[in-house]
């Protein structure tokens, strides 16, 4: 962590295709954080501002058609809000803060799967963010069409994608993990309670005093 300001504060990105079990294992974590009794911020993107959430809901809507360049600005306008409003200040605070996807989303999703180009993708977003990154990113990693299959309800204009869009998103996260030995994968295959015990393990390996080990 370079910035001075933000030496008390962390900021971990989880990160994985549709169906990954993100969600559903963010809201774990931040149960047995409160149990705990160790403070944290949960925010997810797009969203987690008023303008956020406002971006999300055209940037997801399936009766809202937008081009590939569209929909990466409408990404990255929400995260210059998110990382301005909450995820500084919060840093500042010295909070843990645990966001349901940032910059790598918009690299596997725009920048590959829809190929909008990486170089320009990553530059576009250091404008965006102002340069913050956060201290670690967790992967949970899942094969699309099972992660597609574990979905219910109505699908958004991503979810939509067909499959190919699915799988080249996951073959984008595998080789954003294997050029950077700082990302954390945890595979998704397994029952909740078993992919929950193996991502506290991986947490608290990296970051044993806000992730308790055992605990
Ligand atoms: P969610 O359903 O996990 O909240 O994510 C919303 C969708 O937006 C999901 O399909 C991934 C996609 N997305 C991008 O394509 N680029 C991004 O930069 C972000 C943050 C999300």
Not at 25 to 46: N, S
Not at 87 to 104: Q, W
Not at 121 to 134: I, M, S
């Amino acid at each position: 962590m370079s910035d001075q300001t933000r030496s008390e504060g962390l900021f971990i990105a989880f990160e994985g295709g549709e169906g990954a079990g993100k969600s559903t294992h963010l809201r774990r974590l931040a149960e047995r954080l409160d149990r705990l009794g160790i403070a944290h911020l949960l925010v997810r993107e797009p969203g987690g501002t008023p303008a956020g959430e406002r971006i999300r809901r055209v940037v997801l809507d399936p009766e809202t058609p937008v081009c590939a360049e569209t929909e990466l600005l409408l990404y990255l306008a929400s995260r210059a809000e998110f990382v301005r409003r909450v995820v500084r200040p919060a840093l500042e605070r010295g909070e843990l803060v645990l966001a349901d996807r940032f910059e790598m989303s918009t690299y596997a999703y725009q920048g590959m799967a829809r190929g909008l180009g990486l170089d320009r993708v990553r530059d576009l977003n250091a404008f965006a963010t102002g340069g913050l990154k956060p201290d670690g990113t967790v992967i949970l990693v899942l094969d699309p069409d099972v992660g597609r299959g574990r979905q219910h309800g109505g699908m958004d204009r991503l979810e939509r994608e067909h499959a190919d869009f699915h799988r080249a998103v996951a073959d984008a996260y595998e080789l954003l993990a294997a050029s950077d030995p700082g990302v954390i994968t945890v595979s998704s295959d397994d029952t909740v309670d078993a992919v929950q015990e193996r991502l506290w393990k991986a947490l608290s390996d990296r970051w044993p005093d806000r992730f308790p080990p055992g605990a």
